[in-house]
């Protein structure tokens, strides 16, 4: 868990997971996963997946398992894959993690522009939610922006996001973006600049599974300053 590189992360995994003394499934299902993310972050998808799916039926938090199987597919590029991988997450985390697994489900679908299915899942995990609540209430109310719904309440869930922790990270992917239905160009290109910027200069697992949301995020300021 400390490897400095890829490649350590992934000789460490696979010495532990080659001892003769056996291990535990616990023991087991870390070590993969310390070998999923060696693949996942060098950019060998379809292999992390495959070290993910093999975690799967040992018991081990098999709703993150099926996250991690998830983020692989979406990397490779097989949106619908991911999109089933999501649905069985949400289906078998236990109360505290639903809400995660459906907004993850949510900013696929809203990433594929299944703008109603997006609101559908978002709004499943705002209604599941606690502190990351107004996160998912605002991204709900963007999708159905996108498909053309009228949001009457707009600088209120911008308010709320806004004072809330999870305003300070993905947040401002769905801050600038709300800012543009409401007329607040100079806040939106804020806001995207900073997603921009905190995601492309984080860890390369966060950088990889928000690739689609950073593409959106410099469209979406390419357009505001075209405009600008």
């Not at 594929?112 to 899942?121: F, H, K, T, V």
């Not at 963007?142 to 053309?148: F, N, Q, T």
């Amino acid at each position: 868990m400390q490897a400095k590189s890829a490649a350590a992360r992934a000789s460490w995994a696979e010495r532990g997971l080659a001892h003769r003394g056996g291990l535990d499934r616990t023991t087991k299902a870390m070590l993969l996963r310390q070998l999923y993310l060696a693949f996942y972050t060098s950019g060998h998808f379809e292999r992390a997946h495959e070290i993910a799916s093999s975690a799967i039926g040992l018991g081990v938090l098999e709703d993150v398992v099926q996250q991690d199987c998830a983020r692989a597919k979406l990397a490779g590029g097989d949106a619908d894959a991911a999109i089933g991988h999501l649905r069985l997450a949400a289906r078998q985390a236990p109360p505290s993690r639903r809400a995660f697994h459906a907004w993850t489900l949510g900013c696929v679908l809203f990433l594929e522009r299944r703008y109603d299915d997006a609101a559908a899942a978002l709004i499943r995990a705002a209604r599941w939610g606690t502190r990351d609540k107004p996160l998912y209430q605002a991204h709900a109310a963007l999708a159905k922006l996108a498909s053309g719904l009228r949001v009457r309440n707009v600088s209120q869930l911008i308010a709320r996001l806004e004072g809330c922790p999870a305003g300070q990270g993905y947040g401002r992917f769905v801050l600038g973006h709300l800012a543009v239905h409401a007329g607040r160009h100079d806040d939106a290109e804020a806001w995207l600049s900073s997603f921009v910027e905190r995601t492309t200069r984080g860890h390369a697992a966060m950088a990889i599974a928000l690739e689609g949301e950073v593409a959106m995020a410099r469209a979406t300021l390419a357009a505001l300053r075209k405009a600008g």
